[in-house]
């Protein structure tokens, strides 16, 4: 399966984790020098999108993308990641008596929404794309995939469980979780295991290099 990256559209968009994870809204890297894999050559899946649909003639903005792509030899997977270093949870219900605060407290829940809403319109529109160039069915994808979204932990600090809005039973199921040492699904990414890939990872920095040292 790893020959299917060899595609120059693949190999003339290498890049590393440090660079490809670049918040140009802060100018910060989520993965800087202070992790051991920021220098681990990865593809700079935004470039693969951009020369992808402007072999067609159309505008580089009509697909979405997630951030990059790798291969992992020992699971023999095709990991699809995006760096997110903004807050990107949705923000728990205000129970305030001030109209204008549910109003705004409203307005930033939708906010939210929309964010991961378009997280997953990237994997999904990078799924589409690849179907074209490595001529195959969702079902590749589904079968040979993951997810993987590595985000700020510093500005997620009350991640809510696949819909769930309710930090304490966050910390809960997380505490099982690490008892049982089943994965645990935040920001409700997890819709996209088996509809669109294999599994769904999310991960902070940390534990992002934690995972490809010891599976890429």
Known sequence: MKNLLNN????????NFRDISFDSSNNE???????????????NFDDVMKEHVRSFG???????SVDSMIFSEKLNKIFFIEFKNGKIEVPETSQSRNHQRRRINRL????????LELIRTKVKDSITACCEIFSKNPDFFRENCYFILVYNEDKNS???????????????????SQISQTRFHNFG????????????RTFTPKEFEDFIINYS
């Open 8 to 15: 120059s559209i693949f190999t003339n968009n290498i890049s």
């Open 29 to 43: 890297y989520l993965i800087d020098e202070n992790y051991s894999i920021h220098s681990n050559s990865a593809i």
């Open 58 to 64: 159309i505008t580089d903005k009509s697909l979405k």
């Open 108 to 115: 930033n829940i939708e906010i939210a929404k929309l964010k």
């Open 158 to 176: 009350c991640i809510i469980p696949d819909s769930l809005d309710n930090p304490g039973f966050t910390s809960l199921l997380q505490s099982f």
């Open 189 to 200: 990414m997890d819709v996209l295991e088996k509809l669109c890939v294999d599994e769904v």
